[in-house]
Structures are given as structure tokens and as C-alpha cells.
């Protein structure tokens, strides 16, 4: 009879890789008032995880009861969110999401501070009046309470609740003391926190970690084999990121990076550069890779006054690929718009990627997902000064982002601007560079700050004309031209 709950928030993370399988699940479980039972909803996006894999995994939620981790009973009064997902286009099975489903639950509960609830009973006592403290006594024996008690005729009324474990057998003990005057009437009030909870548990003697049926750890895979991953390690093996912000210990403020910095530099990335590498070695075994093209080619110049020449790595170019949903889904504002109008949140992320480039002057590649769409096969265009992709049918952003770090990731600085941490990932063993969505917003804002900085420096009413930001070489051949001397060639 007894159930279980929990004091604070905390996500649980179930994932299963078996070899061919995949599928990771992230909830957040939250406690609720008491006597709310289970409540279940998602806030996944459905451009991570498709939304008949988000039905699937609710169904899971609801089909079972799920135990606990103190004495494994039913766990009640909580809020079950699925807060992130994750398929894979070949390999994932609807079987596969239940088995991560379930150990989400538990891995989810072995991490929080569990509260093992008892029923209570509401009662009313009617006893003779000259037998009003004994009834009083039992009731804080059994760690109940009452109100003050009133008179009713000859008989005295006692009101209030107590666990139904200490109130067994009471009422045969209410009409011995009474010799039959007494009645005691009981209904089921709901469930509180049990008040003798360690002894209880040590009765049950549960051992969650034996328990086959519920499993608290993982299943991972890693070099064609899977492997069992304990409830407390599943953290520093998951894909996806925490979907509960960690708060740091002592805040620092957040300065926006410098114009000068590169957009392939380590600000841009989501985590530590070491940690990042352990993961993909974890996950798919040593990174073997070159050094980066342009450490590698380079190109001689003459030193003055000497016959020697030295080398020097050419200037490559800067490539910016953005995952156009994840940033959408990312950015309040933009979320908020998608919301009401997606092609305007479309359009409002190409305006800002459009004002980003031409201050930066990188290339930047802006990719949405299309794969849905039955028989489409791609579209790519230039919109103002940036170019846009629509994958086709079958082929997720992250796909083509993949694909495209790949074939130019060797040869030219290449950032990927997303918040899928697996992406990230790949995108480490490609030679590529991260940059969350968190970070993008960062060098968008100081880019603009800088802008807005360099326009108050102008002097008023002096005209901005294109020949003023030109080098002294081009702006003299530009005033040729202007004068009838060159012709353009």
C-alpha cells in the first residue's frame, strides 16, 4: 500500500544501443501536489525527435507502473516530461524507446531524494466524555492528529487523521475501553509522507540494482558491441545535452567576445575541447585525423634584402554552416514568432545571418530541414549575401551539415553553429569547429554592438561613401575609372 514521490526536480536519461539499436530519452521529473497522480506531456521539439516517437514514448509513460527505488512501490504525486529524444533513421525500433523510457524512469529516480508516502485516514471518534484522553493519547501514539475536541449530548467528538498503519484494529480496541458506547468512522484522506520511513524501508529490504525487470543504468554501444552502463555513469556517456540548466557556484559575468576573435576560435564551442575529445573516443574510438589544412599548405615569399624565402600559411576562408530550426527552436524571440508564423522566423533568422555576414565576411551556409516532404528534391539559393539550403527528401539538416564539414573541412575553417551536442560531436571527428546557439547570439549581439560603436564615431552630417573603405590601391584605380583614365576590366 505504501507509494513513492520525490522532493525536487531532476532529469532521468534512459538510453539503448545495443548493436543495430538506438534510441535516448530524456524526462524531467518534477514532484507534484499530493494526491495529483502521475501527469505526462512533452516540450521535445519535434525537429529533434519526430512526434509519433514523442506519442510512442508517452504511451510507454502510461502503460506501466513504475516503481521506486526506496521499497519498489508505485511511484505517484509527479509530473513526467519529456524534455528530449533522440531516433535514428535506420536502426531505431519502437522497442528500443520503450527500453530507454523505462530507464529514464529509474535513472531519473536513483538521482532525486525519494519520499516514500502511506495512506491516511480521516477519522471521527465518538467516545463518552470521560474518556476523551485516551482516545487523545492513541492518537499521537499512532503520529496522527486531531482538532479540539466538542461535546455532542453525552458523547465527545474527535475529528482529524492518521496513517492507516497505526489505526488497524482500532476500532475493535475504541469498543473494548467503551464497553460498545464508542464509534470510530474512517474514510481514506490520500497519501502523506510516511512517519516511520527508514524502518519501513529496512523491512522491505529493496535492492534497486537487483531488480531485473526495472533497470536503472543504460545500454551503450562502442566498437560494434554493447555494454551496460551504471545509473550514476550515464551522464558522461549520453548524446544529448542536460535538459536542466546547472547552476555554476559563483556566477562570472559574461563578456561578449572581441571582434578580433575568430569564429573557428575555442569560445565558439560548447564545452571543454578535452572533455569533447574524450566523448569521441568513448563513443567512436581514437580520432585520427591531420592536422588542419591551413597548418599544412602554406606558400613561399621572398625575405627583402635576402635571397631566402620563408613560408607562410595562406588566409583561408571562413565557413559558417547554422542548423536553421535548432537556432529557431534555441532563440526565445524566434521560437516565440515560429510559434505564430514559421516562415517568418525563417525569414527573421536569414535578415540577422544576412547583417552578420557582411560584417564578419564569412561565408555562411544556412540549412533547413525538408525531408519530410514527399518527393522533394532540394533547393538551394542565395538569399542577399548568404546562401540558403532546403534538404531533400530523406536527408536531415544534420546530414548535410555532416556531409558539407567533410568535403571542406580539410581546406577551409569550418564552425557549425547548433545545440546538438551529438552533432558537435561528429563534427569534432570531421576537423570541424563548434558554436552553440547560445554562442552565435553572443558574436551576433557584439557584432551589432561593434557596428552601432563605429557609427557614433562618424562625424555628423559627413556622407559614408563606398570609395572611404576601400584600400588606397583599388580606391585610386575606382577614381581612374570615375575620371574617363581606366576602363573597367
Not at 514523442?54 to 508505485?74: D, M, N, P, W, Y
Amino acid at each position: 500500500m505504501y507509494k513513492e514521490t520525490i522532493e525536487a526536480p531532476v532529469e532521468g536519461v534512459g538510453h539503448f544501443e545495443p548493436l543495430r539499436h538506438y534510441a535516448e530519452v530524456h524526462l524531467l521529473l518534477e514532484p507534484g501536489e499530493r494526491g495529483s497522480g502521475l501527469q505526462f506531456a512533452s516540450v521535445c521539439s519535434e525537429d529533434l525527435l519526430d512526434r509519433n516517437w514523442q506519442r510512442l514514448i508517452l504511451t510507454h509513460l502510461e502503460e506501466k507502473e513504475h516503481r521506486g527505488v526506496l521499497t519498489g512501490s508505485a511511484i505517484t504525486d509527479m509530473r513526467i516530461t519529456l524534455a528530449a529524444g533522440r531516433a535514428h533513421l535506420k536502426h531505431t525500433e519502437g522497442g528500443d524507446f520503450r527500453q530507454a523510457t523505462y530507464r529514464a524512469v529509474r535513472q531519473g529516480l536513483k538521482k532525486a531524494k525519494s519520499i516514500l508516502l502511506e495512506p491516511w485516514y480521516a477519522f471521527r471518534l465518538e467516545i463518552p466524555q470521560e474518556m476523551v484522553g485516551r482516545a487523545m493519547a492513541d492518537i499521537q501514539r499512532m503520529e496522527g492528529n486531531f482538532q479540539p475536541p466538542w461535546q455532542e449530548g453525552e458523547m465527545a467528538v474527535l475529528t482529524g487523521s492518521a496513517p492507516v498503519a497505526g489505526m488497524r484494529g482500532y476500532q475493535a480496541e475504541v469498543a473494548a475501553y467503551t464497553r460498545g458506547h464508542g464509534r470510530l468512522l474512517c474514510t481514506l484522506k490520500g497519501y502523506e509522507p510516511c512517519h516511520n520511513q527508514e524502518e519501513v524501508i529496512a523491512a522491505a529490504a529493496y535492492d534497486s540494482e537487483r531488480d531485473l525487470d526495472n533497470p536503472t543504468g543504460s545500454v551503450f554501444c562502442a566498437h560494434g558491441a554493447g555494454f551496460v552502463v551504471s545509473w550514476e555513469q550515464v551522464e558522461d556517456y549520453m548524446h544529448l545535452e542536460s535538459c536542466l540548466k546547472k547552476e555554476e557556484e559563483e556566477p562570472e559575468e559574461v563578456l561578449p567576445p572581441p571582434r578580433s576573435q575568430s569564429l573557428s576560435g575555442p569560445g565558439g564551442g560548447w564545452g571543454d575541447e578535452k572533455e569533447l575529445e574524450e566523448i569521441f573516443t568513448r563513443t567512436y574510438g581514437p580520432v585520427k585525423r591531420e592536422k588542419p589544412g591551413y597548418a599544412r599548405r602554406t606558400v613561399s615569399a621572398p625575405v627583402q634584402g635576402t635571397g631566402r624565402s620563408v613560408k607562410k600559411a595562406p588566409d583561408l576562408d571562413e565557413y559558417l554552416l547554422v542548423d536553421g530550426y535548432n537556432i529557431i527552436f534555441a532563440w526565445d524571440e524566434l521560437k516565440a514568432l515560429a510559434e505564430t508564423n514559421i516562415g517568418g522566423a525563417r525569414t527573421r533568422l536569414m535578415d540577422i545571418l544576412s547583417n552578420y555576414q557582411g560584417y564578419k565576411k564569412c561565408r555562411v551556409i544556412l540549412v533547413f530541414d525538408a525531408y519530410k516532404v514527399e518527393g522533394n528534391p532540394g533547393e538551394i539559393f542565395k538569399y542577399h549575401n548568404i546562401h540558403v539550403v532546403y534538404t531533400k527528401e530523406a536527408e536531415t539538416a544534420d546530414q548535410y551539415i555532416e556531409k558539407t564539414v567533410h568535403v571542406i573541412g580539410r581546406k577551409y575553417h569550418v564552425t557549425v553553429a547548433t545545440s546538438d551536442s551529438l552533432e558537435q560531436v561528429i563534427i569534432l571527428g570531421q576537423g570541424g569547429h563548434r558554436m552553440s546557439a547560445q554562442n552565435l547570439k553572443d558574436e551576433i549581439e557584439a557584432a551589432r554592438r561593434e557596428i552601432q560603436e563605429e557609427c557614433r564615431k562618424l562625424p555628423k552630417g559627413k556622407k559614408n561613401l563606398l570609395f572611404d573603405h576601400l584600400d588606397e590601391e583599388l580606391g585610386d584605380y575606382m577614381e581612374d575609372v570615375r575620371l574617363g583614365k581606366k576602363k573597367i576590366q
